[in-house]
């Protein structure tokens, strides 16, 4: 070849390769001269901004996701929204507050905070669950009385205020579940008393929404279990996270396999705050008095557990006693498992180990400040792991580890392949997936899929909301849990964490709290259906 011909080549080649698809170079130069400082650092930017965007477009085709569309989480229910459901409310701590809040009722004084920081109207505009606060039960009167004043407020989202029924204070919940003008009760109870009420509010027909975690005994679940399933009530456990649509997108993700086969599961949990290790808000307002006037019921709150003198610490801080809770297991892990098991169905584990100890809070507690689970499902092939400790606020992520790719899920999702996947072999190779960064990622804000080629994409891609994206308006993803219950209530349908799930998070609990206490691995027995 002649050197002026190999030289005319080379101009061609060059000349091609700075071509955008769309765009002749003569047609962007003459639009980038209106910006003489940025002229060609403009084009520049335009043409890596179009490189990236083929990019993307490219490696959402070839791994199957350019068709996933934002899902919408409400699920709507398929009978008469007008049939008035009367819910009375077991429990009216923080806690209580706010699930009374996602079903449509403010304390006068939030609905005033809500005003001076404005996020009143964004409340105003929840959807309308035509549900009735009726009832309100709480050993500690103040607690009641924030619960009757919450009821009858009037300012509500949407709806006939003549749905504000009159309330009523129950002193014992049994007397709430024997009241035939209350059609469901939602149970925001400390743990010891979740699995009993649940169990009482099944055998007097009403329906059931119950925080976690379930129960603190092997019995107590399993009576609760029977007694539910023997019942035609609609059970509900508080784990709102299934609402959120990035977490229905990411079931999208596992039944396209795009992570190939999963063999590890990690769950972490890290706080380094004294609130986050459960010393909280003490005072002497709850003080038993003398005579009939004390404003806790200090029996009633002990219910079937060990009779000790009253303690402001055990009465707030109760999740540190074993009587009362199961510390990081029943109220963090609770949480993980649910994600865990609502992707992937994995049920009940083989064998859990757990081991751990009081490394720092070294206060009068009994459970552990750092804990750390391994629960074994060979037919599943699949280890999860759950690593907490309540001294250090590094942040970890829940990660699914599959052979082609890993799935990091919170409250946004980044998938990254891995270096030696088989499914992406080909595109690694080509330069088309980068293994250093996440390849995919799902932002709840806009509900929409993007592939990261930029350190800010990456950064907005590990942010996390506490509210879902549903039609372009953010929405609480616990007032999602307590629509689709009612919802259930009205159709008969079955809700998302109903009571199968409810007892398979309960058993892999009590396999990892038996663990701990015992200082041996647990396992299930299938057959007997029991711990051994």
Same mark, same amino acid.
């Given at each position: 070849?002649?050197?002026?011909?190999?030289?005319?080549?080379?101009?061609?080649?060059?000349?091609?390769?700075?071509?955008?698809?769309?765009?002749?170079?003569?047609?962007? &130069?003459?639009?980038?001269?209106? &910006?003489?400082?940025?002229?060609?650092?403009?084009?520049?930017?335009?043409?890596? *901004?179009?490189?990236?965007?083929?990019?993307?477009?490219?490696?959402?085709?070839?791994?199957?996701?350019?068709?996933?569309?934002?899902?919408?989480?409400?699920?709507?229910?398929?009978?008469?929204?007008?049939?008035?459901?009367?819910?009375?409310?077991?429990?009216?701590?923080?806690?209580?507050?706010?699930?009374?809040?996602?079903?449509?009722?403010?304390?006068?004084?939030?609905?005033?905070?809500? *005003?001076?920081?404005?996020?009143? /109207?964004?409340?105003?505009?929840?959807?309308?669950?035509?549900?009735?606060?009726?009832?309100?039960?709480?050993?500690?009167?103040?607690?009641? #009385?924030?619960?009757?004043?919450?009821?009858?407020?009037?300012?509500?989202?949407?709806?006939?205020?003549?749905?504000?029924?009159?309330?009523?204070? +129950?002193?014992?919940?049994? #007397?709430?579940?024997?009241?035939?003008?209350?059609?469901?009760?939602?149970?925001?109870? =400390?743990?010891?008393?979740?699995?009993?009420?649940?169990?009482?509010?099944?055998?007097?027909?009403?329906?059931? +929404?119950? #925080?976690?975690?379930?129960?603190? %005994?092997?019995?107590?679940?399993?009576?609760?279990?029977?007694?539910?399933?023997?019942?035609?009530?609609?059970?509900?456990?508080?784990?709102?996270?299934?609402?959120?649509?990035?977490?229905?997108?990411?079931?999208?993700?596992?039944?396209? /396999?795009?992570?190939?086969?999963?063999?590890?599961?990690? %769950?972490?949990?890290?706080?380094?705050?004294?609130?986050?290790?459960?010393?909280?808000?003490?005072?002497? /307002?709850?003080?038993?008095?003398?005579?009939?006037?004390?404003?806790?019921?200090? /029996?009633?709150?002990?219910?079937?557990?060990?009779?000790?003198?009253?303690?402001?610490?055990?009465?707030?801080?109760?999740?540190?006693?074993?009587?009362?809770?199961?510390?990081?297991?029943?109220?963090?892990?609770?949480?993980?498992?649910?994600?865990?098991?609502?992707?992937?169905?994995?049920?009940?584990?083989?064998?859990?180990?757990?081991?751990? @100890?009081?490394?720092?809070?070294?206060?009068?507690?009994?459970?552990?400040?750092?804990?750390?689970?391994?629960?074994?499902?060979?037919?599943?092939?699949?280890?999860?792991?759950?690593?907490?400790?309540?001294?250090?606020?590094?942040?970890?992520?829940?990660?699914?580890?599959?052979?082609?790719?890993?799935?990091?899920? @919170?409250?946004?999702?980044?998938?990254?392949?891995?270096?030696?996947?088989?499914?992406?072999?080909?595109?690694?190779?080509?330069?088309?997936?980068?293994?250093?960064?996440?390849?995919?990622?799902?932002?709840?804000?806009?509900?929409?899929?993007?592939?990261?080629?930029?350190?800010?994409?990456?950064?907005?891609?590990?942010?996390?909301?506490?509210?879902?994206?549903?039609?372009? *308006?953010?929405?609480?993803?616990?007032?999602?849990?307590?629509?689709?219950?009612?919802?259930?209530?009205?159709?008969?349908?079955?809700?998302?964490?109903?009571?199968?799930?409810?007892?398979?998070?309960?058993?892999?609990?009590?396999?990892?709290?038996?663990? +701990?206490?015992?200082?041996?691995?647990? #396992?299930?027995? =299938?057959?007997? *259906?029991?711990?051994?």
């Amino acid at each position: 070849m002649e050197k002026g011909e190999e030289q005319h080549q080379d101009k061609q080649k060059h000349n091609e390769k700075i071509k955008s698809p769309s765009i002749h170079r003569r047609t962007l &130069l003459k639009a980038f001269a209106g &910006l003489p400082v940025l002229g060609l650092l403009g084009f520049g930017v335009f043409k890596k *901004r179009a490189f990236d965007d083929r990019r993307k477009s490219r490696l959402i085709r070839e791994i199957g996701l350019d068709n996933i569309q934002a899902p919408i989480a409400i699920k709507s229910s398929s009978k008469d929204k007008n049939d008035l459901i009367r819910v009375g409310i077991i429990g009216f701590g923080n806690r209580g507050r706010q699930l009374s809040n996602a079903m449509g009722f403010l304390h006068p004084a939030d609905v005033n905070k809500r *005003r001076e920081d404005e996020t009143l /109207d964004g409340w105003l505009q929840q959807e309308y669950l035509n549900v009735a606060l009726v009832g309100i039960c709480d050993v500690f009167d103040l607690h009641a #009385e924030n619960g009757l004043a919450t009821a009858r407020n009037e300012e509500r989202p949407g709806g006939d205020l003549k749905a504000v029924l009159p309330v009523k204070r +129950y002193h014992h919940y049994q #007397e709430m579940l024997e009241d035939k003008d209350i059609d469901a009760v939602i149970i925001a109870t =400390p743990d010891h008393h979740h699995a009993p009420m649940a169990t009482a509010a099944a055998r007097a027909g009403k329906h059931v +929404y119950c #925080e976690k975690s379930p129960a603190l %005994t092997e019995e107590e679940l399993n009576e609760m279990y029977q007694a539910i399933k023997n019942s035609n009530v609609t059970y509900q456990l508080g784990h709102q996270i299934p609402q959120n649509a990035i977490f229905q997108q990411a079931k999208e993700i596992i039944k396209r /396999d795009i992570l190939g086969k999963i063999t590890l599961v990690e %769950t972490t949990t890290n706080r380094n705050t004294s609130g986050g290790a459960w010393i909280r808000h003490l005072d002497n /307002d709850g003080n038993p008095k003398p005579g009939s006037g004390k404003t806790i019921d200090w /029996d009633q709150w002990l219910g079937s557990r060990q009779k000790v003198p009253f303690s402001v610490d055990r009465y707030y801080n109760w999740t540190k006693w074993f009587d009362y809770d199961m510390g990081m297991i029943g109220q963090l892990f609770t949480h993980e498992f649910d994600a865990v098991n609502q992707l992937l169905r994995i049920g009940i584990p083989k064998t859990a180990i757990a081991s751990g @100890g009081i490394y720092y809070w070294k206060d009068n507690r009994e459970i552990p400040d750092s804990l750390h689970c391994v629960f074994e499902y060979p037919d599943h092939d699949l280890t999860l792991l759950y690593s907490a400790n309540l001294a250090c606020s590094r942040n970890r992520s829940r990660v699914f580890m599959g052979h082609d790719a890993s799935m990091e899920l @919170g409250n946004s999702i980044n998938i990254t392949a891995d270096r030696n996947s088989t499914r992406f072999k080909k595109q690694i190779e080509e330069g088309i997936i980068s293994t250093s960064e996440p390849m995919i990622t799902m932002n709840p804000n806009s509900g929409m899929i993007d592939a990261v080629t930029s350190a800010t994409e990456q950064y907005y891609a590990s942010r996390g909301l506490t509210t879902t994206s549903i039609n372009g *308006r953010m929405v609480d993803v616990t007032h999602l849990h307590i629509k689709e219950w009612l919802d259930c209530i009205r159709s008969g349908e079955t809700p998302t964490a109903n009571i199968e799930r409810a007892y398979e998070e309960g058993i892999a609990c009590l396999m990892a709290h038996r663990s +701990y206490l015992e200082n041996r691995r647990t #396992e299930w027995d =299938p057959v007997k *259906r029991r711990i051994v």
